[in-house]
């Protein structure tokens, strides 16, 4: 087997201890930073038949910084900065850099039938550009959030509102990640306003600058909001209607189902006092079984198989939703939505339970 990854990262860390827990000799790793430095490795590493998983660039700021100019070069910009710890920089730019890498990748691929590919580039890049995700699970049937497309900036944000007669959206950067820069807006006809989102706006030596902050902040000053909304919308930034998480005590939650070779498979509830209730900003896993009827889960599994079904060439992708009386909506497909570290399925984690359904050597 053969990664394109991040060799210290904590991912490739659990499948190489699945792959020990199964017998399996380890990994062989080729580094996203070499592969982007020099491709032709890639056709060496594949020189016999193997089984391929790519795995996210994020870990590694080098391969980070080298997608960003990459994307900065097509798009006919000037190169940037490298981004410090959590700084929304220029994330429209880096997609073009991943989209271009991931072409490349896949015509490479094309061109090396003797290997297994976990997840297909072209799928990667599609559940990477959310929007056109969204858009491309509804036309492949899945109930999804309404969709009221690109915002242009605060002042184009209104006009979506008042065209389409909603007071409460989600605001979501078109190529974030990991709940970053999303944003829960809501005003009232009195005009007030409200926005909570984990992006932060720092002004200093007469730069304005975007931080994804794991403490997520509500705002109620509306040049606050509309400086934040103004500097995303830079990035790309799309709107979604406002969809209610059903509640559990004093928490809300959706769901995270990891679906293998189309089937679900682990599946767990992700609860939280705030907004945004992704696990990696404190908040708590809740064991679905106990919150969802059975026509609920029932809906669970039906709406992930059909999302799967839109990914063909993804043996393993994780689907976020919220399922509230029978009915479910997928909010996001992830490309590398199995990092689920402990959670068991049929007693097995997410890692050993793909390598014991792809490999059989």
């Not at 990991?178 to 720092?202: H, P």
């Not at 509500?218 to 790309?236: F, G, M, P, S």
């Not at 209607?241 to 004093?250: E, F, I, N, Q, V």
Request: proline share 5%.
């Amino acid at each position: 087997m053969i990664l394109l990854a991040t060799g210290g990262s904590k991912r490739v860390r659990l499948l190489q201890a699945a792959r020990a827990q199964l017998a399996l000799p380890p990994a062989r790793v080729l580094e996203w930073r070499d592969w982007l430095a020099q491709p032709a490795l890639l056709e060496t590493a594949l020189s016999q038949p193997c089984r391929f998983k790519i795995e996210p660039p994020g870990d590694d700021a080098v391969a980070h910084v080298q997608l960003l100019h990459d994307g900065c070069r097509l798009l006919g910009r000037a190169p940037v900065r490298a981004p410090e710890h959590g700084e929304l920089l220029a994330m429209d730019a880096w997609f073009a850099g991943f989209s271009s890498a991931m072409a490349r990748l896949a015509r490479q691929l094309a061109a090396l039938p003797r290997a297994h590919v976990y997840n297909a580039p072209g799928e990667i890049t599609l559940m990477t550009d959310k929007l056109a995700c969204q858009r491309h699970l509804a036309e492949h049937g899945v109930r999804i959030p309404a969709l009221l497309g690109r915002v242009h900036g605060y002042d184009h944000l209104q006009s979506l509102l008042h065209q389409h007669d909603l007071d409460r959206v989600y605001l979501k950067p078109r190529y974030g990640s990991s709940a970053s820069g999303v944003m829960a807006y809501r005003r009232n006809r009195s005009g007030r306003q409200q926005a909570t989102t984990s992006a932060s706006l720092v002004r200093a030596g007469g730069e304005t600058r975007l931080f994804n902050v794991k403490r997520i902040a509500r705002h109620e000053n509306a040049a606050d909001i509309a400086a934040l909304v103004d500097a995303l919308a830079k990035q790309e930034l799309y709107a979604e209607a406002w969809l209610a998480k059903p509640r559990c005590g004093d928490s809300h939650y959706d769901l995270r189902v990891v679906a293998i070779a189309g089937q679900p498979a682990h599946r767990v509830a992700r609860l939280g006092t705030q907004m945004m209730t992704n696990l990696h900003l404190d908040n708590q896993r809740g064991d679905p079984c106990s919150l969802l009827n059975e026509l609920d889960m029932a809906a669970l599994e039906a709406a992930t198989r059909q999302a799967a079904l839109a990914f063909p060439a993804s043996g393993v992708a994780g689907y976020d939703l919220v399922v509230s009386r029978g009915q479910a909506h997928v909010l996001e497909a992830n490309a590398f939505g199995d990092l689920l570290p402990g959670l068991l399925w049929q007693g097995h984690d997410t890692h050993v339970a793909q390598l014991r359904h792809f490999h059989h050597d």
